[in-house]
């Protein structure tokens, strides 16, 4: 059970605490009801959501402060012997009337950016810190966390439509332990997830979706696709602190 000081929210907030905003609870009410849906393709978040192995946050339109701290809280997680392969899903204050994909798109890297700007630990010796560089990832309290980003906009990608909030998802790298984009175990499972996905949202696999160390490939693209099946062109908008 959590306290009123802790930023993070387990499953049980949702329906015991009193100080959650209602536009929250809704959000969450639809989000649960969508992974959980038994045709959902990903049965990695059905099962952690029914589970209660999944993690949450909120920010409110003006007031990100929060974020940190709960960000900080979940990576604690990891920091048992034999964790679970816990995500963190933090939903985002609604706008007045829906945004545009690029709205979205725009809000979401200036939250990374925010976090990035708030996390006290140095960014890991040798980590690239440019998103251009093929092994860059995003990193806070000098963890490598796959961040992605779902929102009322995508009208094609059903799959990343989780509600009139953007959410984010954030998974550290560590729960892809033996399911990596190179082992067998990782490649059987994330090809049967992205069969379903494509049936869900009747549209091919994105083109910049890829695997992690992928030479040819770009993280920062895959953290929010296209409602399409176009490659994103462009610099990515994350800065690091020391590049600026």
């Not at 192995?53 to 339109?61: D, F, K, N, V």
């Not at 609604?94 to 200036?110: C, I, N």
Request: net charge negative.
């Amino acid at each position: 059970m959590n306290t009123l000081e802790n930023k993070m929210l387990v499953k049980e907030d949702f329906s015991t605490r009193k100080d959650l905003p209602e536009w929250l609870l809704r959000e969450y009410d639809t989000f649960r009801k969508t992974v959980t849906n038994k045709t959902f393709p990903c049965y990695f978040g059905m099962a952690a959501e029914l589970g209660g192995e999944l993690r949450y946050a909120y920010i409110e339109r003006e007031d990100w402060s929060n974020l940190p701290q709960a960000l900080t809280e979940f990576l604690k997680l990891f920091e048992k012997p034999k964790h679970k392969r816990h995500g963190f899903f933090v939903f985002v204050e609604p706008f007045e009337e829906e945004g545009t994909l690029e709205d979205y798109r725009k809000e979401f890297w200036e939250i990374l950016q925010y976090l990035h700007e708030q996390d006290p630990v140095e960014w890991p010796e040798g980590a690239p810190k440019d998103p251009d560089h093929h092994l860059w990832d995003f990193r806070f309290g000098g963890e490598p966390i796959f961040v992605f980003g779902n929102a009322p906009a995508y009208k094609q990608r059903k799959t990343r439509d989780l509600g009139n909030a953007m959410v984010l998802g954030f998974q550290p790298r560590k729960i892809f332990k033996g399911l990596e984009g190179t082992e067998p175990g990782g490649i059987n499972s994330r090809e049967k997830v992205r069969e379903r996905v494509e049936k869900w949202d009747n549209l091919p696999k994105h083109p910049d979706i890829s695997h992690f160390g992928d030479s040819t490939h770009n993280e920062w693209k895959q953290f929010f696709i296209g409602d399409d099946a176009i490659p994103i062109e462009g610099k990515c908008p994350f800065r690091h602190k020391d590049m600026d």
